[in-house]
Structure formats: C-alpha cells, structure tokens
C-alpha cells in the first residue's frame, strides 16, 4: 500500500507558474508515475507520465510548458507548470500505477489560473 500526498497548489495568474509535489509514505521507484488533472464537469485526463528510468510524456496541451521529474531518494514526484493557461484549471492529482493492482491515488491539490 503506497499513500500519496500532493501539495503546491493554489491560484496564479496566466502565465504564472507552480510546481506540484507528491510524497509517497514508501518507495516508489518501482512504479511510473503519473499526474491528471479534472476540470470541472469533466472527466480525470492525464498530463505527464515518468517511467522508473525517467522517461517522460506529455498530454498535448502540457508539451513545452509542463516537466514531470522524480527523486526515488525522497519518494517524491514533481510536476513543474510554467506559462500556466486558465485552461490548466483543475484539481491535479498524483498516481502510481504499477498494474490493476497496485493502483494508487492522491488526493488531488487544486490549481485555479486566473486569466
């Protein structure tokens, strides 16, 4: 069981930027790890994956502008968002996925762009 908890939320102006972390209360470098993002009234989308050897991919609309990084060291996962569009808006939330399984899930950090 991995517990996660996301942090570095909260409301910027367009063009601004957050960076998001997720701590996990054990090791995580087995598992890839994900960020998604639920605007409202839609349904949960993914925004960036790492894999256990770093590499990452992107959702169309965070290419360029959005980096996913990892530190197994301190079992944490980061989401860096610059020139952050009120699109962004949405509750991020952080996900290890290793199979249907071992399949967790944080609580989500809301992020509000301000246009």
């Known amino acids: 069981q991995v517990q996660l908890v996301e942090s570095g939320g909260g409301l910027v102006q367009a063009g601004g930027s957050l960076r998001l972390s997720c701590i996990a209360s054990?090791?995580?470098?087995?598992?890839?790890m994900n960020w998604y993002r639920q605007a409202p009234g839609k349904q949960r989308d993914l925004v960036a994956s790492?894999?256990?050897?770093?590499?990452?991919h992107y959702a169309d609309s965070a290419m360029g502008r959005f980096t996913i990084s990892r530190d197994n060291a301190k079992n944490t996962v980061y989401l860096q968002m610059n020139s952050l569009k009120p699109e962004d808006t949405g509750v991020y939330y952080c996900?290890?996925?290793?199979?249907?399984?071992?399949?967790?899930w944080g609580q989500g950090t809301q992020v509000t762009v301000s246009s």
């Open positions: 996900n290890a996925r290793l199979n249907q399984w071992s399949d967790y």
């Open positions: 054990g090791s995580i470098s087995s598992y890839p």
């Open positions: 790492i894999s256990t050897s770093d590499s990452a």
